[in-house]
């Protein structure tokens, strides 16, 4: 009886890994389907509509100014205060506020000078805001140069002059 099974269940192995049909490992990873090693980074291609959201009491919209590092921002706020803003937790690392988008700003109590940006607002949101007369109509939608007739040179300045004199380096 053990021989028989044994013989038998050669043959069927054998059957069963041939050299069209092999033998698939016991923990195999699953097919790769998005293509290479970047496309964990993808990102989604279609974007969902969600409801627009309005300010409430205590929140205030405005304008990103300049981006300060560390998850904070100058937001010049369209009650007419400039004030230091932290990207809440939630939103940092998942979307990105730039210079010039519009945001919602939640006040803080204790802190005038100070908020949190709690909603980055779409171009297309942004401008129906504007039609809702909820942003005035002078706010420049979709565009990164907001500064108050400014150079964004950051304190840099180039000199005509490109020769330079070897004998008069001092």
């Not at 937001?75 to 990105?96: A, P």
């Amino acid at each position: 009886f053990w021989l028989k099974s044994f013989w038998f269940g050669c043959q069927d192995t054998a059957q069963r890994h041939s050299p069209l049909n092999p033998p698939s490992p016991v923990g195999a990873m699953p097919k790769n389907k998005l293509g290479g090693n970047k496309a964990k980074r993808a990102k989604g291609g279609e974007s969902v509509k969600r409801e627009l959201i309005f300010k409430e009491d205590g929140q205030e919209y405005g304008q990103v100014q300049r981006m300060l590092g560390n998850g904070r921002c100058e937001v010049s706020c369209f009650d007419g205060t400039k004030r230091l803003c932290h990207i809440r937790g939630k939103m940092r690392k998942k979307v990105w506020v730039n210079q010039g988008d519009i945001v919602l700003v939640s006040l803080r109590d204790f802190q005038d000078e100070k908020g949190d940006i709690i909603v980055k607002y779409a171009p297309d949101e942004a401008r129906n805001l504007r039609t809702y007369n909820e942003l005035p109509e002078g706010v420049r939608i979709n565009e990164t140069d907001v500064g108050d007739g400014e150079s964004s040179d950051d304190g840099v300045e180039f000199d005509e002059n490109t020769g330079v004199d070897i004998d008069n380096i001092q």
